[in-house]
């Protein structure tokens, strides 16, 4: 098409060019047309599906509430009264059943409505049947399901109303907690998963400290032997009145952590991690706990001078723990280790060298299997020349004396 047809007013013949280029234009709008009508199909399922959340959450709210009111219920009632909706097996009686019905009459409507009405749309399999069931079937059925869920609740609130005497009887660092006490009853935490919490948070501040740049202040050589999980803080969980808080943890410094230590580790945490993770959990600050430093043959896992508090060496009950007898760092022992180790291999190869030396000398001997030591009766005689045997004998053939 010529530039001067693009801006004409005449309409374009049936054949040739402008014919081609005007199917081309009724193409591309059929084109959009089947976009538009897609975008809108995919913006009335997200209606559907906003709908669908919204009354979820209403009848979970509602569900809920109906939970907390029958717990409330049974608080309030004494054990006796309470067993008295069960039978021997632990089903709920009639009239059980009749106050839940009516306590949560709502919210079993509610779900019954949005099943009758969306449930097709989200299982398209089911549309047989959600149209031939009837609504007293469906509202029994849901009742069904939630008496269950409610026979599940109750036996667990009587559960932790049988365990509640047991708790109050459990021994809080050595001592009773009985009624008048005041104190809170904790459950500890076993040491593996204290371990696994402790190499959990060294592998993160691990991947901080080598992603710092070379010439950061806290990337010096010296802090490296300070990440080892064995000189990390203990965590344990966090309570209140006796009550466990979800999502938060509580940390425990060891007295014996030295001031540039306990800076080193603050520093290091406030670095951006390369790997973030959504599941951090704020740390509130514990009481610090008095505990020695680890014991371990490994160097790796000692603590180096700088990381203990000389006030905290220096009491009495803490003398024993005097890594400062070592008069130098793991780093410095570990060194030396390997030089004595390597000398001791120097001394091996030199008298390997002169074992060797030896056996040539006497003959290509060979040295005893039990103990490495020569055995002159063991070695084989050295090969005797035919001159040599000429000479030992007298003229008439004889062996010379």
Known sequence: MSSTNLHTNSVPTTTGPSALSKNALILYLNELAKQVTALRDENN????????????????????AGINNMLNNMKAQPMQEAS????????????MRKRLELNNDL????????????????????????????????????????????????????KEESVEPMLAAMTVNGEEAGEGTGKEVKRELKKLV????????????????????????????????????????????????GELVMRKYECHAPMYHSTELTNFYTSL??????????????????????????????????ACCWMIDLAWLAKEENIK???????????????????????KQNIKKKQDIKKKMRLDEDGNGKATATGGKKDKHSRKAAPVSTAALAATTDADGDWSD
């Not at 008295?84 to 009239?95: P, R």
């Not at 919210?107 to 969306?118: D, E, F, P, Q």
């Not at 097709?120 to 047989?128: E, F, G, T």
């Open 84 to 95: 008295k909706g069960e039978d021997e097996e632990g089903e709920l009686d009639e009239e």
């Open 321 to 343: 723990y005097d890594i400062l007898s070592y008069e130098e760092d793991p780093e410095d022992l570990e060194a030396k280790a390997k030089k004595m180790k390597q000398e």
């Open 107 to 158: 919210g079993i409507k509610t779900v019954c409505s949005y099943i009758t009405s969306k449930g097709a749309a989200h299982v398209p399999a089911m549309v047989p049947v959600i149209a031939a069931i009837t609504q007293e079937d469906l509202y029994d059925r849901v009742s069904k399901c939630f008496q269950e869920m409610a026979k599940s609740t109750h036996k667990a609130v009587k």
């Open 269 to 302: 945490d406030k670095e951006k991690d390369p790997a973030p993770t959504s599941q951090y959990l704020p740390c509130v600050q514990g009481e610090a706990i008095d505990i020695p430093p680890p014991t371990t043959n490994q160097l790796k896992n000692k």
């Open 194 to 241: 204290k371990q696994s919490w402790q190499k959990g948070k060294c592998t993160i501040w691990q991947c901080k400290y080598d992603n710092l740049p070379a010439d950061h202040i806290l990337k010096d050589p010296k802090f490296a032997p300070a990440l080892t999980y064995m000189l990390m803080s203990e965590d344990d969980n966090v309570y209140e009145v």
């Open 45 to 64: 399922q997200l209606k559907m599906a906003q709908e669908w959340d919204q009354v979820q959450i209403a009848a979970l709210e509602v569900e809920m």
